[in-house]
Every structure is written in structure tokens, then in C-alpha cells.
């Protein structure tokens, strides 16, 4: 007998169409993980090669400008972010006391020359004079000595004579008491007595005269010798103060002329402070802040202009001390300025000496003696190359991107 054919009963099969909720739910998935795969992958390559951090920004020096004398000013020619070249006048204090102050500088001066022009030729002079002074010296010393010679041999002389002179008065007196003897007995006249007598008169009065002669000659002497005593004592004098009378003179130019030195040297400080009327840029730049008005008094050490210089700027990133392993200087950077929008190229030019928070104004302290490592950052600082189109826009203080090269 023939049975009848029954139908099996299927379950049946989830539509595998790529429409189905299924396979778009899987295919998602699927393209998150490729996207994340991706990623990783990108990131991994970047990091292995890149360092970067957003904590950096733009640096440079800011010049603090304040005058170099005090007084009023009387213009001000800048205002607030006016950029100025090095040497722009930036403000002037009133001049006329110190205009003052150099002509009297300047009298100083003349009147300080004019003292040493006097005083000066007083040295030579001076020298002359000592010369003149010691060689008349020397010739009344050369004199005095010829005198003495002379006069001593003047004494010797009469001495020579007053002894013949003796002589003779002797031979003169002996022949006079003959005389007297022989006039007694008869034996002489009269006559022939008195020339024996008057000859005895005449030698006795020879020898006084001769006597008084060789004292006088011999009191020249004398007085040769005491004169010849004197010129040496002054000969001496004059070789001892010649030298001495020479210093004086020398002290007396010398302090002249430092006379004048010190009136140049005033006369030098009166023109630079006239000249520091202008109080002029430093630098170029910015001006970044402005204290200062006309009829204001400055005085020298008072900031009244800071000055943001924008010619000479760097880029100081604060890497994570662990970011450092493979940075060195003169590595490549990539620098993303945030303001702008501007990509530049830069290098990397030293690693700071010491972490962010050491530098600090007041560094932490551990006073509790707990320890909690906390990863440090380290400044590093980043050289722009020069050139750059849009450079010339960066200020100091704008937040930067930099990305160094380190593979």
C-alpha cells in the first residue's frame, strides 16, 4: 500500500543578506577594530619616533628700561604696543639744569689749564736756577780756595821778610850800642852815632811794620778759611735742597694737572648726563608696558618701559621627564603655533639643568618624610630657524606645539 507523502518540518534559517541587523552590526565592529588597530598602530609609530607636549610656549627677553638720571620728563614718544628699533628715543627729561651743569664743567676745565700753564714752566725754571745756584757755588768755592792760597802765601812772604827785617834790626841795635861806646871814649863823632841811631829806628821800625803785616796777612787767612768753611756748607746745602725744591715744583704740576684730569673727567660725566636726557630703546622690539607721562619725575632705577623683543625669540617646552631618554640637542622639531595656526621649524637647542618644580620660586618640601613619585618635567629649549614666513608674529607667551624628532 502506498502512503502518502508527509512534509518534513524546517526551522528556519536566519536571512544572511548584508541588509539584515546582524551583518550590519558586525560589520561595524569589524571597522571599529580595524580603525582601532589603526590607531594603535599609527600612535605606536609616532610616539616611537615623536615627543611631544602641549606645555611649551614662546620665550624671549623682556628689557626693562629706566633712566640713568633723575628729573622731569618733558616728552614721552611711544605708547603701548608700538614696536621700536635699538637706539629710538623713547622719552627726554628736561635738559636745562644739566646744560647748566656742563658749562660750569667746561669753566672747570679751563680755569684747571690754566692753572697748570701757569705752574707748569715753574719746574724747568726751577732746574735752571739749581744749576745756576750750584755751579756759582762751585766758582766762589774755587775763588775762596785761591784766596786762601793767595793770602797764605802773602803770610809766608812777610814772614820771609819780617825775619831779614829781625835780622837786620838785630845787626842795627848791636852797631847802635857800639856806637854809644864809641861816642863815650871820643872815638866817634857825633854825627856818625845818629846814623846809627836812626838806622836802628828805621830797622825796629820795619820789623813792627812787618809784624803788623804778617798778622794782618795772616787774619786774610783766617777769613779765607771761614769764607771757604761757608761756600762749602752752601755748596752742600744747594746739592742737598736742589732735589728737593725739584719734587716741591713736581708736586705742585702733578697736582695741576690732576687738576685737570679731574675737571675733564666732570666735564666728561656732565656731557653723558646731558646725553642721558634721551632715554633711548635698548633694544628693538615691543613695547609691552608704559609708566611714564609727560611731567612725571623719573629717577634711575625706576622701570618706566618694558620692551618685548621679538627678534630673538626660542621656544621652551616642558617635557615629561620620561619623553627625554632619546632627546638630544640639534634633534629636528616640528613647532605648532596655537594663535596663528602656523606650522614652523625649529631645533632642538640644550635640555634644562634641573626640573620645573626645583626652579620654582618655592620648591615643594617633603616635611612629613612621605615620599609620592610624581613624574617631573624638565624644560628644554628649542631654537627657531631664522626666516620663517609669519616668525615676525610671535610674542612672548604664546602657547606652542612641538613635536621633536628623536628617531
Same mark, same amino acid.
Given at each position: ?242 732735589? #728737593?725744591?725739584?719734587?716741591? #715744583? ?158
Amino acid at each position: 500500500m502506498t502512503q502518502d507523502a508527509t512534509p518534513i518540518a524546517t526551522v528556519p534559517v536566519a536571512d544572511r543578506s548584508p541588509s539584515s541587523p546582524v551583518s550590519r552590526r558586525w560589520i561595524v565592529l569589524a571597522t571599529v577594530g580595524i580603525a582601532a588597530a589603526a590607531a594603535a598602530i599609527g600612535y605606536w609609530s609616532h610616539a616611537r619616533h615623536f615627543e611631544d607636549t602641549d606645555d611649551a610656549q614662546v620665550d624671549g627677553d623682556i628689557s626693562n628700561v629706566s633712566p640713568r638720571i633723575s628729573g622731569h620728563l618733558i616728552a614721552v614718544k611711544v605708547v603701548e604696543n608700538q614696536s621700536v628699533k635699538a637706539g629710538e628715543v623713547l622719552a627726554v627729561i628736561d635738559p636745562t639744569d644739566l646744560r647748566i651743569t656742563l658749562e660750569q664743567a667746561r669753566a672747570q676745565v679751563a680755569q684747571a689749564q690754566a692753572q697748570l700753564g701757569a705752574d707748569d714752566p715753574s719746574v724747568p725754571i726751577t732746574e735752571s736756577s739749581n744749576r745756576s745756584a750750584l755751579s756759582s757755588a762751585r766758582s766762589d768755592l774755587v775763588a775762596a780756595r785761591a784766596g786762601l792760597s793767595a793770602a797764605r802765601r802773602a803770610a809766608e812772604q812777610i814772614r820771609f821778610q819780617l825775619a831779614q827785617a829781625t835780622a837786620n834790626d838785630k845787626t842795627a841795635q848791636l852797631e847802635l850800642q857800639r856806637s854809644l861806646k864809641l861816642v863815650a871814649e871820643g872815638a866817634v863823632s857825633q854825627a856818625d852815632h845818629d846814623l846809627h841811631v836812626n838806622a836802628a829806628e828805621a830797622s825796629s821800625a820795619s820789623v813792627a811794620a812787618l809784624t803788623r803785616a804778617l798778622s794782618a796777612a795772616e787774619d786774610r787767612a783766617l777769613q779765607q778759611q771761614a769764607q771757604i768753611t761757608s761756600l762749602e756748607a752752601h755748596l752742600d746745602e744747594i746739592q742737598s735742597n736742589a732735589p #728737593r725744591h725739584v719734587a716741591a #715744583r713736581e708736586a705742585v704740576a702733578s697736582l695741576r694737572q690732576a687738576s685737570v684730569d679731574l675737571a675733564k673727567a666732570e666735564l666728561a660725566q656732565a656731557e653723558q648726563n646731558l646725553a642721558y636726557t634721551n632715554i633711548v630703546a635698548p633694544v628693538s622690539g615691543v613695547v609691552a608696558k608704559k609708566a611714564a607721562a609727560v611731567g612725571d619725575h623719573v629717577a634711575p632705577g625706576q622701570v618706566i618701559f618694558a620692551i618685548s623683543e621679538t627678534e630673538s625669540l626660542w621656544i621652551t617646552a616642558n617635557f615629561r621627564e620620561t619623553q627625554l631618554k632619546a632627546m638630544q640637542p640639534d634633534q629636528p622639531v616640528g613647532v605648532h603655533v596655537d594663535a596663528l595656526d602656523l606650522d614652523l621649524r625649529g631645533t632642538v637647542e640644550s635640555i634644562g639643568g634641573a626640573t620645573g618644580s626645583r626652579l620654582s620660586v618655592f620648591p615643594p618640601e617633603n616635611a612629613s618624610g612621605n615620599y609620592v613619585k610624581v613624574v617631573q618635567r624638565i624644560p628644554v629649549r628649542i631654537r627657531l630657524e631664522p626666516g620663517q614666513p609669519g616668525a615676525d608674529r610671535l610674542r612672548i607667551g604664546m602657547s606652542v606645539e612641538p613635536a621633536v624628532t628623536v628617531r
